[in-house]
């Protein structure tokens, strides 16, 4: 009798065994369709639409003096089986040039920073912006919010590079979660060599809370630590990354390049005090942070155009003219060395 009930507990415990490890792969699988499909190429063109008409801008009116500057390209992805649909503008029909490379955000694609393409021309700098994976003619399949995203920013940096000489530079510009592919690939010792000033506006600064913020509008009800776990378990095993390895406050430690954040005091998707936090951790003196009183997230070019403006024109002046660049590093504390 007792070997019987040892068998029926053994028995039922494989069975609660068998539906833990389901419900885990099942709602690992949810959260990971929640996230890293988040977008599909059609919507992100319509909401591009959308906002550039909100916003008020005309395409045609803002490039007319560079519509035969303007040559659409494709750049062959080198870590991944994609292709990287870019627009490059000159200034002057010469490639030859100092190049911004612009990085829209997640919910759009790259004609949603043609306002800051035209801010970049009328100062006299080439541009060159694409779409991100999964958004608009990129047909990568996941969104990894900068993860992956840095690769293919990495092969548009070194496209330009194929078209400019060595005393040219090379700007990053990057809104919300592209400004988080640029803050990755700044992070590395690559980056350093490459790229002579970066512009992080409202960046996404911790995927992890974006994640946990979000997990309100999924229809499981289960506590949300859980579904936190079996998503970022789920995210590993797909695309090699937890939801914590995009957390800026853990990297910004190792940003070498002078660096310009522009952040709103009132912007609720990515917080002010997480970007004060990252602008800290900058362990460099070439760098500027630029405070917004009031505006939403990714609206301060609009909101406060001439502040906007010509802030980004001074730290050009000084980190993008080509004969500059260098950041004045200041020693870190001694604890912080420690603990890096």
């Given at each position: 009798?007792?070997?019987?009930?040892?068998?029926?507990?053994?028995?039922?415990?494989?069975i609660?065994?068998v539906?833990?490890?389901?419900?885990?792969v099942?709602?690992?699988?949810?959260?990971?369709?929640?996230?890293?499909?988040?977008?599909?190429?059609?919507?992100?063109?319509?909401?591009?639409?959308?906002?550039?008409?909100?916003?008020?801008f005309?395409?045609?009116?803002?490039?007319?003096?560079?519509?035969?500057?303007?040559?659409?390209?494709?750049?062959?992805?080198?870590?991944?089986?994609?292709?990287?649909?870019?627009?490059?503008?000159?200034?002057?029909?010469?490639?030859d040039?100092?190049?911004?490379?612009l990085?829209?955000?997640?919910?759009?694609?790259?004609?949603?920073?043609?306002p800051?393409?035209?801010?970049f021309?009328?100062?006299?700098?080439?541009?060159?912006?694409?779409?991100?994976?999964?958004?608009?003619d990129?047909?990568?399949?996941?969104?990894?919010?900068?993860?992956?995203?840095?690769?293919?920013?990495?092969?548009?940096?070194?496209?330009?590079?194929?078209n400019?000489?060595?005393?040219?530079?090379?700007?990053?510009?990057?809104?919300?979660?592209?400004?988080?592919?640029?803050?990755?690939?700044?992070?590395?010792?690559?980056?350093?060599?490459?790229?002579d000033?970066?512009?992080?506006?409202?960046?996404?600064?911790?995927?992890?809370?974006?994640?946990?913020?979000?997990?309100?509008?999924?229809e499981?009800?289960?506590?949300?630590?859980?579904?936190l776990?079996?998503?970022?378990?789920?995210?590993?095993?797909?695309?090699?990354?937890f939801?914590?390895?995009?957390?800026?406050?853990?990297?910004?430690?190792?940003?070498m390049?002078?660096?310009l954040?522009?952040?709103?005091?009132?912007?609720?998707?990515?917080?002010?005090?997480?970007?004060?936090t990252?602008?800290?951790m900058?362990?460099?003196?070439?760098?500027?942070?630029?405070?917004?009183?009031s505006?939403?997230?990714?609206?301060g070019?609009?909101?406060?155009?001439?502040?906007?403006?010509?802030?980004?024109?001074?730290?050009?002046?000084?980190?993008?003219?080509?004969?500059?660049?260098?950041?004045?590093?200041?020693p870190?504390?001694?604890?912080?060395?420690?603990?890096?």
């Amino acid at each position: 009798m007792v070997k019987f009930f040892k068998k029926i507990i053994a028995i039922l415990f494989i069975i609660f065994f068998v539906l833990l490890m389901l419900l885990n792969v099942y709602v690992g699988i949810v959260m990971f369709h929640n996230f890293a499909l988040i977008n599909d190429n059609e919507t992100t063109k319509e909401k591009s639409k959308e906002f550039l008409s909100s916003v008020g801008f005309d395409k045609e009116t803002a490039f007319a003096d560079y519509k035969n500057n303007w040559e659409v390209v494709e750049i062959n992805s080198t870590r991944h089986k994609h292709v990287i649909p870019a627009d490059y503008i000159t200034a002057s029909g010469n490639k030859d040039n100092n190049t911004v490379i612009l990085v829209h955000g997640i919910s759009g694609d790259r004609t949603t920073v043609y306002p800051m393409c035209e801010l970049f021309l009328n100062e006299g700098y080439n541009v060159l912006c694409y779409d991100q994976r999964n958004c608009g003619d990129n047909k990568a399949k996941y969104t990894s919010f900068g993860y992956l995203e840095s690769n293919d920013l990495s092969d548009c940096i070194k496209y330009v590079e194929g078209n400019i000489s060595d005393d040219k530079s090379i700007t990053l510009f990057g809104q919300s979660s592209g400004a988080t592919t640029i803050s990755l690939y700044a992070c590395q010792s690559h980056a350093k060599e490459h790229i002579d000033f970066i512009i992080l506006d409202s960046p996404l600064v911790n995927f992890e809370d974006m994640v946990r913020d979000s997990i309100k509008d999924i229809e499981l009800k289960l506590p949300k630590n859980y579904m936190l776990l079996c998503g970022t378990w789920a995210n590993k095993i797909k695309l090699g990354f937890f939801y914590g390895d995009i957390d800026m406050k853990n990297k910004m430690y190792d940003c070498m390049i002078p660096t310009l954040i522009i952040q709103s005091q009132k912007d609720t998707k990515s917080s002010y005090e997480a970007a004060e936090t990252i602008y800290d951790m900058i362990p460099h003196n070439s760098k500027r942070m630029c405070t917004l009183p009031s505006s939403n997230h990714m609206m301060g070019f609009y909101d406060y155009p001439d502040e906007y403006k010509s802030t980004v024109k001074s730290m050009m002046a000084t980190y993008a003219d080509g004969s500059t660049g260098e950041a004045v590093v200041e020693p870190l504390p001694e604890e912080d060395e420690k603990s890096k």
